[in-house]
């Protein structure tokens, strides 16, 4: 008999550290998932920063932004995600029409983050922002030619226009933008003039478009700011030579303003730590990380507060379409239908 109370006891209180341990274990491992379509270096130390001021620990998973919206599709209620870090406010509204984001309310969320920037219902927060200008040929255009995303349909302009697929969410969410302003028709009538004015078939990258102005296939191409940034400073001398050849044109300044897209992060639906979830998001949007954030990849920070990196402030400052970015996500299918029916590849 007492060899039996003792007996069960001492599984007891067996159990009981076993159950401590567990739990002290727990308390002491403060997590955040991270799914990240973003790769840079840079990225983990502001990670570790984070780390070091609120004692949670970040684990990333890395991959292709469909690659990452996928596998939580696939992974449902039993995603270890917190947060999904991705570009492109299309594709952070095709997440969120997918029910893989949930709504967040934060005050500091909301005030270092312009309203423009974020998803009315709080399903994503831009974190920053690139500009969809004009790369044009120093040589061969002056910048006083240039005007408006529209004024690229006239004629003077045949054979002369770079940019890469329709496939691509930076011409879906410029679509978008252009759908915003004229409507579906006059969205149609701008792609098709557009697509007669270009240099070749569209494809390729964004830095293969400024590549083909510098080789003198055309003369302007559309493309996103940071591009620029990233190919003046690679270590490649072909990519800076090429960058050193054009200069940027900031489209529509006396009208709706430049088309500009954002990166940005949402909370997951399923999110095991929605605490730190937010609290890491938070802590993105801060001056301190926006500085870092942006400079990384040469885009701007969503954060007025913070202040432009060199190369951003030599390209000067500009007025960016207002619409708020959600729309581009809601004019996303139309854009593709769009580009379907004039053969915009
Ligand atoms: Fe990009």
């Given at each position: 008999?007492?060899?039996?109370?003792i007996k069960?006891?001492?599984?007891?209180?067996?159990?009981a550290?076993?159950?401590?341990c567990?739990?002290?274990?727990?308390?002491?491992?403060?997590?955040?998932?991270?799914?990240?379509h973003?790769?840079?270096?840079?990225?983990?130390?502001?990670?570790?920063?984070?780390?070091?001021?609120?004692?949670?620990?970040v684990?990333?998973?890395?991959?292709?932004?469909d690659?990452?919206?996928?596998?939580?599709?696939?992974?449902?209620?039993?995603s270890?995600?917190?947060?999904?870090?991705?570009?492109?406010?299309?594709?952070l509204?095709?997440?969120?029409?997918?029910?893989?984001?949930?709504?967040?309310?934060?005050?500091?969320?909301?005030?270092?983050?312009?309203?423009?920037?974020?998803?009315p219902e709080g399903?994503?927060?831009?974190?920053?922002?690139?500009?969809?200008?004009?790369?044009?040929?120093?040589?061969?255009?002056?910048?006083?030619?240039?005007?408006?995303?529209?004024?690229?349909?006239?004629?003077?302009?045949?054979g002369?226009?770079?940019?890469?697929?329709?496939?691509?969410?930076?011409?879906?969410s410029?679509?978008?933008?252009?759908i915003?302003?004229h409507?579906?028709?006059?969205?149609?009538?701008?792609?098709?003039g557009?697509?007669?004015?270009?240099?070749?078939?569209?494809?390729?990258?964004?830095?293969?478009?400024?590549?083909?102005?510098?080789?003198?296939?055309?003369?302007?191409?559309?493309?996103?700011?940071?591009?620029?940034?990233?190919?003046?400073?690679?270590?490649?001398?072909?990519?800076?030579?090429?960058a050193?050849?054009?200069?940027?044109?900031?489209?529509?300044?006396?009208?709706?303003?430049?088309?500009?897209?954002?990166?940005?992060?949402?909370?997951?639906?399923?999110?095991?730590?929605?605490?730190?979830?937010?609290k890491?998001?938070?802590?993105?949007?801060?001056?301190?990380?926006?500085?870092?954030?942006?400079?990384?990849?040469?885009?701007?920070?969503?954060?007025?507060?913070?202040a432009?990196?060199?190369?951003l402030?030599?390209?000067?400052?500009?007025?960016?379409?207002?619409?708020?970015?959600?729309?581009?996500?809601?004019?996303?299918?139309?854009?593709?239908?769009?580009?379907?029916?004039?053969?915009?590849?």
């Amino acid at each position: 008999m007492l060899k039996n109370i003792i007996k069960s006891t001492l599984i007891a209180s067996f159990g009981a550290i076993l159950f401590s341990c567990g739990g002290t274990a727990e308390q002491k491992e403060e997590v955040v998932n991270v799914y990240t379509h973003r790769h840079y270096e840079a990225d983990q130390q502001l990670f570790d920063k984070f780390t070091e001021q609120t004692g949670i620990k970040v684990n990333v998973v890395s991959a292709s932004a469909d690659e990452l919206i996928q596998k939580l599709e696939l992974e449902g209620a039993n995603s270890p995600a917190d947060v999904l870090i991705t570009v492109d406010a299309g594709r952070l509204h095709r997440a969120e029409s997918k029910g893989l984001f949930q709504s967040v309310s934060s005050e500091t969320l909301n005030s270092n983050i312009p309203a423009k920037f974020r998803d009315p219902e709080g399903f994503w927060f831009g974190l920053t922002y690139r500009a969809r200008i004009f790369a044009y040929s120093t040589e061969r255009v002056k910048p006083e030619e240039l005007s408006t995303y529209e004024a690229l349909t006239e004629p003077q302009w045949k054979g002369r226009i770079l940019t890469r697929s329709s496939e691509n969410i930076y011409n879906q969410s410029l679509m978008a933008s252009v759908i915003a302003q004229h409507g579906k028709e006059g969205a149609e009538q701008w792609a098709a003039g557009l697509l007669a004015n270009m240099a070749r078939e569209p494809k390729g990258s964004d830095r293969d478009q400024i590549k083909a102005v510098a080789a003198g296939e055309g003369d302007v191409a559309i493309v996103n700011t940071y591009y620029i940034g990233i190919m003046l400073n690679d270590e490649n001398e072909e990519e800076r030579k090429a960058a050193e050849k054009i200069a940027i044109f900031f489209p529509n300044q006396n009208d709706r303003g430049t088309h500009i897209n954002i990166s940005g992060a949402g909370v997951t639906k399923h999110a095991p730590n929605k605490d730190n979830a937010i609290k890491l998001i938070e802590f993105l949007s801060a001056a301190e990380a926006q500085g870092m954030l942006a400079n990384i990849n040469f885009e701007y920070p969503v954060n007025p507060n913070v202040a432009f990196s060199v190369l951003l402030t030599q390209w000067g400052t500009f007025k960016a379409d207002e619409v708020n970015l959600s729309v581009l996500g809601d004019n996303n299918s139309d854009a593709v239908v769009i580009f379907d029916k004039v053969g915009w590849k």
